[in-house]
């Protein structure tokens, strides 16, 4: 093989080389920023939903808007929870359905939790004792 050859044969391989580092650098920074948008709608839809279970807490329900209010924000935590969040939100719903009352302590605590953590902020235990009635 003639050393022209090897330097074409060196650089097509060089360029292809370059193409699939620039391709692989493009789809993992593309991948990168999806996975945070989908992370940033969590966290945002779940702080939401956080905001109006505690706007509930200690009232009853008699009032139409906050029915809605809470239901909105059980069906956030059910579609984007995780594993924790999912249980204790459907153990309120439970406990809500049966009793026509139901504490919303737990399913506050594993949210806060979890929001703290996933922001890198201090974790806290203490919290107060929240019922929600119908």
Do not use: C, H, P
């Not at 292809?16 to 945070?36: E, K």
């Not at 009032?63 to 579609?79: F, H, K, W, Y």
């Not at 026509?100 to 737990?106: E, F, N, R």
């Not at 949210?111 to 119908?134: F, M, T, V």
């Amino acid at each position: 093989m003639s050393s022209e050859t090897v330097a074409l044969i060196t650089a097509v391989l060089a360029s292809l080389t370059a193409f699939v580092a620039v391709f692989l650098a493009g789809w993992v920074a593309r991948r990168a920023s999806q996975d945070q948008r989908r992370s940033d709608k969590r966290i945002d839809t779940l702080i939401e939903a956080f905001r109006k279970l505690d706007q509930a807490s200690n009232r009853r329900i008699g009032n139409d808007e906050i029915g809605r209010m809470v239901e909105s924000a059980i069906s956030d935590v059910i579609l984007l929870g995780n594993e924790d969040e999912v249980r204790a939100a459907i153990q309120f719903a439970n406990e809500f359905a049966e009793n026509g009352s139901a504490d919303l302590t737990k399913l506050l605590r594993v949210l806060r939790s979890s929001l703290r953590q996933e922001l890198n902020l201090e974790q806290i235990d203490e919290y107060a004792s929240l019922r929600i009635s119908g």
